[in-house]
Structures are given as C-alpha cells and as structure tokens.
C-alpha cells in the first residue's frame, strides 16, 4: 500500500518536465541582480535562493545577469573606487535592462551613484537595506524594495531573560562596509533600554586569532553577541565551519546572533533575521513592477517576523531554562521522542521507512554495476591525473607568462614564467585583480590586451612595460562558448626587453654610421673656405697695421674723416677687434671640424709606443696654461714617482687629458674654484690612472649616463659640439682602458682615466 502511494511521487520526481510544461512569453525579461558581498557567503547564498524560487517559477520568463561587488573581502574604498567601479560601468554599460534588484547597501549606493549613466529610468528594487535609510529610499523615484531591521531588542531582551545574571554584553561586530556601521548604530541605540542594568563592550574588527584570545578570558556574567563580520588577520571573511570552530571551542559563554546562518553553529539564537525571506519578497515585488504595478504605488516594506530559533544543543550546553522561551519559538537539534509522535507524524515516518526499504532493494541490485562503475571511473581518473601532469609540466615548462583572466580582470590561473615578468609569483594566489596583482596598480591598464579581446572578440596585442623596466609583448586571445559568447581569456607575455635594445642599438648604430659618412665630406668641404679665412684674415691684418700709421697721421693733421661708413676714429679700435672675432671664428670652425674628423677616424695611429702618463700630463697642461690661468687661481698638478710606461698613442691620450681638464675649467663658476690633476698607479690592478678632479657646478644626475653619447652636451649654447668626451671614450677604448665620471651637482666632478700598465719585462711589440 505504501509503496503504490509512492509511485506517483516518483513518477513526479523522475519526470518533472512532462507535468507542467508552460508556454515561453513573447517577450524575455532582461534583470540585472547586483550582491554587495560574494558567492558562498551564507547571507548572500540565502538571498541568492529566496529570489531564484519565485524568479524560476512558470511561466515566468526572466533572464538575470547576476554580479558580485565582493566588498567584503576587498573593503578598500579606493580599490573599489578605481578597479571595481570602472570593471562593472565597462561591463553593463552597453547593457539593457527591465529592472535591477540589489542587496544590502553597498550594491545600492553603486546603483544609485550610476543611475545616471547605466540604470536611467530603470526600476529598482532592493533588499537587505536597514530601516534607517527608509525616508532616503522613498524620496527616489522608481526605487521600493524590503527593508531589513533585526530586532536587537527582542535579542537583547531573550539573552538576559535566559541569562538573568548578566553583567556585561560583549558585541562583536565590524566597521570595514556600510552594513557592518549601520548594524552597529542599531545596536547602540536598542542597548540603552538595557544600559541601566548592563554594561556594553564592542569589539570591532578584530582579526580571528585577538578574537579567539579575547574569548577565552570571559567569565560568568558576559555573554557575546556576534552583529557582523569576523575576519582573518589579512581581513578575508572566516568560513561558517571556521566561525563555529571559533565559537564553539574558545567562547566559555552564551553566545547570542541575529544571523540565522549561525543558528546551530555556535549561536544560541533568538529573533533571527532571513535572508531567503528578503530574497522571497524582493523577487516578488519585482514580479509586481514587471507586470505592471507602478512604483511610486509600491513604498518599501518591512517583513514580518520570524518566529525566534533556538539551538537545543546550546541551551542545554549551559543549562539555560527552556521555560523562558517566547511562546511560537522555533528549536533545531532537539532530539525526537517517539511517544511525542502525533498520528500524521507517525504515519510519515512510516511511509519514510516503507519507501527507504523499497530505495534499499533498488540500490542493492546495482551495487556490482556501481563497483565495475567505479572501477573504470578509477581507471579514468588515473589517467586523467597523468594527463594533468603531463599538461602541468608543459606549461610550467614555457618560459613566456599564460595568464587566464575572468570577465572581471580577475587572475584565475597564471604559470611560475609570469612571476618573473611581474611583482610577485603566481599561479598559487587566484582571484585578485589582474592590474593590482600583475603590476600593483589601483586602476585598469589604458591599453590592456585583454579588456580589448573582451570588448572586440578577437585577438589583442600590445606592448607593457612592467615596474622595473622590463618591455613585455602581451598577446590576448579570448576564449568562446559554444554560443558565441566570451568565457575568459588568456594573456600570453613575452619578454622583449633584450630584442628591443638591440633593435634600438642597431638602429643608432645604424645613424651613427651615416652621420659619420656625412660628418666626413662635410668636415672636407668647410676646411677649403676657412683655410682661405684664416690666411685672407693675416692678410687683411698685416694691411691694417701698414696702414695704420698713414691714416693715423691723416687723422692728426686733418681731422676725423669716414671709413667704411664710420669715422676713423671708430674704426681704428673697431677693425683689430673685428679681425680677432674674425680668426677666433675660423679656429673655432677648425676645433668642429677636427672633432668631426677625429670622430669619424677608424685608426692610422701608431698605438705600440712606450708613453710616460706624467709626462703627458705635463704636455697638456702647458697646452692649454692660459685658458687654465683664465678659469682658476688654484690650479694643481701633482705627478706619482716613478710610474711604469703604458703602450699606446702619446698624441691621442694627450688629446684626452687636454679634453677633460678644458672640459674641468669650463666646469667653474669663478675664479676661486680649483682643479687638481694628478697621476697615480694602482699596484693592485697594474692601472695607471690620471685623475682630474675640479669644484666646479657638476653634472645633473639625469646628464650622467648621457655625457660620452656622440652630440650630447650641456654647453651647445656656448659653442659645445658633443663629440669631445665620445672621441675621448673612443681614444681609451682603443687603448684597453676606461674612462669613468663621478659628479655631485653643486659640489664638482671627477674624471678618472685608467690604462693598463707596461708590467717590467713585458714586451710591447
């Protein structure tokens, strides 16, 4: 008999479609739900469900696009700001949608801050939103929703009717998100009816493992209530299972919440708050605005309560008197006792077993099929897991960087070759953000491969560079279902960093090569004409001083008279003055042309001669005396005694010393600065060195690097052609030797030329 009752029950169960199959609307319904808090958090899960049970009945039918702001585990207000806050708007604002349904305040706030943008005219409803915000929310237009209010009272009230000797309430709870403060407030203003007799301490975000510590030095007479979130010492919510592990072996007493989720986990209970219900009555008031109702006719509600849920487990745990429980409570784990069994109570248990026996029979004629079953899933599952390997070696193998990124620029997996392109190693840490995780950065990437291969649905490149300098090709390639639709994509980085220097080498080397060629004719074809300057300008000056006397005498016995458009008197201190411009221009021309020309010069130097360092820098130093003596009145030159000899060219190391100590009196502001060149010989590494050291205004730090790069110069203003110090670098290239720059800006640089030294014996052939 009961086994034929159960058979339209099963039928029912294994044919559920063949029922109630109703006809689809003409016209599908677009619903955009918005969580403030992410998937798997019980409050959120709960909401999740009470809106999908009246959403998914027929013949509703309503797709739903379902985001999770998760500002519970990233609660930082300019992450959220820049990261989130710019996914979401490029996510939804090309999208439509008939109503938006929100829970809890973060989520609405979003809505409300972009209704402009993304939700104009668009109905909202929301849940979970504290009767605080009740005269805010209805003076919106085309916004209603369920309030959310737990009755603090009434828990605070059943705590000390169950616990008549409280002293004092410990108040666990959480300012990190806008519920978290507003919950607090809450609380604080049910707690001074009780104030009289109680004190109140809260506790608020303090990490799991203070709190554990805390817990366990309270003594009879505290009680704690839990009013929101408990976190880990890096701020990521604690699991339920954890939570309960928490309250079950550190807090020594009773423990009252609001939160039905913590019902039988730890909380003794009291009036709880519902999260299906909110999600239930939500959905339902959307189903209303979808069909028609007006908003404006639908104000925000406030949903009746729930009948109070006690744990029997944690009254009897610490020996509280059932008898002071509100009447129509509700008890979870309390055991059943048969006599207690009402006739319809009993009659189910036995149609219960009746059907279990019936379901025993079924499965044992399948427990051989089931065994060879799982004998062959073994088998698949041992190849699967070599598969795995095979595949985890190869792409843990791949020196290039394989990210996958979700649709909201999450890491979900990335190989060990993307940690040594980017800050920190991957691959064991999923569910950050791709810019903050990637390159530490609070907002999205303006040229990110991966938002394009988002948007545009086929591959993407483009060039990144990372924070320590490293130039990466980043290629994008998304990832489709079978309906077209974009799942993820992948990023795939390539290191270029070294292919890019040398491409950029080669091409200026490739520059310098022609600017040679071209520095060559020219240096040629201005020689021709300012060699003819210099030699008309000696003529021209031996004219002027034969000439001068003549006119000098005219000037005495006749008077001043014009020359050349000017009076003599003029002209005879003008014309010597014209005429060293005049020469001082040309040589200037042939020091240019000589740089040129030593620039472009690839050898033809003797470099095998046997040179003595002091005495070229004795040479240079009578070379250039009376530039030395207009630049300084504190001039040194201290040579080392005896110095080995150095094999090389005595003219071109010469050219180098005369450079770096012109280059030194360039360097002074005045007068009263010094240079000091000196020699010395570095036994250690058989190095001669000419050091010139002057206290002039240095080099600026960004110049440093730059100063021996061919026309780079501070001084183009003042006629500095930028070849002196690269034709210097050159000459010591060519004798094995370094040439090497220390500067403090303001304070003065020095040059320090090293060469490597004749050893006795060694023969220089």
């Known amino acids: 008999m009961i086994l034929l009752l159960l058979l339209p029950a099963l039928f029912l169960f294994a ?16 619903m955009l739900i918005l969580h403030s808090y992410h998937p798997g958090l019980p409050w959120t899960d709960g909401v999740m469900a009470g809106m999908q049970e009246i959403l998914d009945q027929p013949p509703e039918t309503i797709h739903y696009h379902v985001e999770y702001l998760d500002t519970m585990r990233h609660p930082d207000p300019e992450y959220f700001a820049h990261v989130l806050d710019a996914i979401l708007h490029y996510k939804l604002e090309k999208r439509f949608f008939d109503l938006v349904m929100v829970s809890d305040n973060e989520a609405l706030n979003f809505v409300l801050e972009h209704r402009q943008a993304l939700f ?34 009434g828990l605070l009230r059943q705590a000390l009717e169950l616990n008549p000797r409280t002293r004092e309430f410990i108040v666990i709870g959480s300012t990190r998100d806008i519920s978290g403060r507003l919950d607090r407030e809450a609380l604080q203003e049910a707690a001074k009816e009780f104030s009289v007799r109680t004190y109140f301490t809260y506790w608020d975000d303090l990490p799991a493992a203070e709190l554990e510590t805390r817990l366990r030095q309270l003594q009879p007479g505290h009680v704690v209530i839990v009013n929101g979130l408990i976190a880990d010492g890096q701020g990521q919510p604690l699991l339920l299972p954890e939570q309960e592990k928490l309250f079950r072996e550190a807090c020594p007493v009773p423990l009252f919440s609001h939160q039905e989720a913590l019902l039988g986990r730890g909380s003794i209970g009291g009036p709880v708050v519902n999260a299906r219900q909110q999600g239930h009555l939500a959905a339902e008031l959307a189903l209303r605005i979808l069909h028609g109702e007006v908003v404006s006719d639908l104000p925000p509600q406030m949903p009746s309560l729930s009948p109070p849920a006690f744990d029997y487990q944690r009254l009897n745990a610490f020996r509280l008197p059932l008898e002071v429980l509100p009447e129509g409570h509700r008890l979870i784990n309390q055991p059943l006792s048969f006599y207690r069994l009402t006739h319809q109570q009993a009659g189910i248990l036995i149609a219960v077993l009746g059907g279990s026996l019936t379901v025993t029979l079924l499965l044992t004629s399948n427990t051989l099929k089931r065994k060879k079953a799982e004998a062959r899933l073994r088998e698949s599952e041992q190849n699967y897991k070599q598969l795995s390997q095979q595949f985890q070696i190869i792409l843990e193998g791949i020196p290039d960087g394989l990210t996958l990124i979700s649709k909201d620029m999450k890491v979900i997996w990335s190989n060990q070759g993307t940690g040594s392109y980017f800050n920190r190693m991957l691959g064991s840490v999923p569910g950050e953000y791709c810019c903050k995780m990637l390159y530490n950065r609070a907002e999205l990437c303006k040229n990110c491969p991966a938002i394009q291969a988002f948007a545009s649905g086929r591959n993407e490149e ?29 990023m795939h980085a390539t290191d270029i960093t070294e292919k890019t220097r040398l491409r950029e080498e080669a091409l200026r080397n490739s520059r310098l090569a022609s600017l040679g060629e071209l520095a060559a004719g020219v240096a040629h074809e201005i020689n021709n004409p300012n060699g ?9 000056r031996s004219s002027w001083q034969a000439a001068e006397p003549i006119l000098q005498a005219h000037y005495q016995t006749q008077g001043d008279f014009p020359l050349g458009g000017l009076n003599y008197s003029e002209m005879q201190t003008e014309i010597p003055q014209l005429l060293n411009e005049m020469v001082e221009g040309a040589q200037r021309i042939r020091r240019i042309v000589d740089d040129l020309k030593d620039f472009v010069r690839q050898d033809g130097t003797d470099l095998k001669a046997r040179v003595d360092l002091n005495e070229v820098a004795r040479t240079a130093v009578r070379l250039i005396k009376n530039p030395i003596k207009k630049a300084t009145d504190h001039f040194e030159l201290v040579c080392a005694e005896p110095l080995p000899y ?62 021996s790069e061919p026309f780079f110069t501070t001084k183009r203003e003042h006629g500095g052609t930028g070849l ?24 003065g640089t020095t040059a320090i030329l090293s060469l490597p030294a004749l050893s006795e014996g060694e023969s220089h052939d």
Do not use: W
């Not at 939103?129 to 929703?145: A, D, F, H, K, Q």
């Not at 560079?465 to 077209?484: H, N, R, S, W, Y």
């Not at 502001?669 to 250690?684: A, H, K, L, N, W």
């Open 120 to 153: 104009s005219d668009t109905p909202v409803v929301f849940c979970g939103v504290p009767e605080s915000t009740e005269e805010l929310n209805r003076s919106l237009p085309m916004l209603t929703g369920i309030l959310e209010q737990p009755d603090y009272r």
């Open 724 to 747: 002196g110090l690269s034709v210097a670098a050159r000459i010591v290239a060519e004798h094995r030797g370094t040439l090497e720059f220390q500067s403090t800006p303001g304070v």
């Open 15 to 30: 044919f559920p479609g063949e029922v109630a199959a109703q006809p689809e609307t003409d016209r599908r319904k677009e």
């Open 532 to 540: 003819l300057i210099l030699f008309n300008s000696d003529l021209v």
């Open 646 to 707: 150095f094999i090389g060219s005595f003219q071109r190391i010469e050219q180098v010393a005369v450079n770096l100590i012109m280059n030194a009196c360039q360097a002074l502001p005045g007068r009263e600065q010094g240079i000091r060149v000196e020699t010395r010989f570095d036994e250690s590494g058989n190095r001669l060195q000419l050091v010139v050291r002057d206290q002039g205004v240095g080099i600026a730090i960004r110049d440093l690097p730059h100063i």
């Open 462 to 490: 483009a060039t990144i560079t990372t924070l320590d300098g490293q130039i990466l090709e980043v290629k994008a390639f998304p990832i489709l279902d079978g309906t077209g639709e974009i799942l993820n994509v992948i």
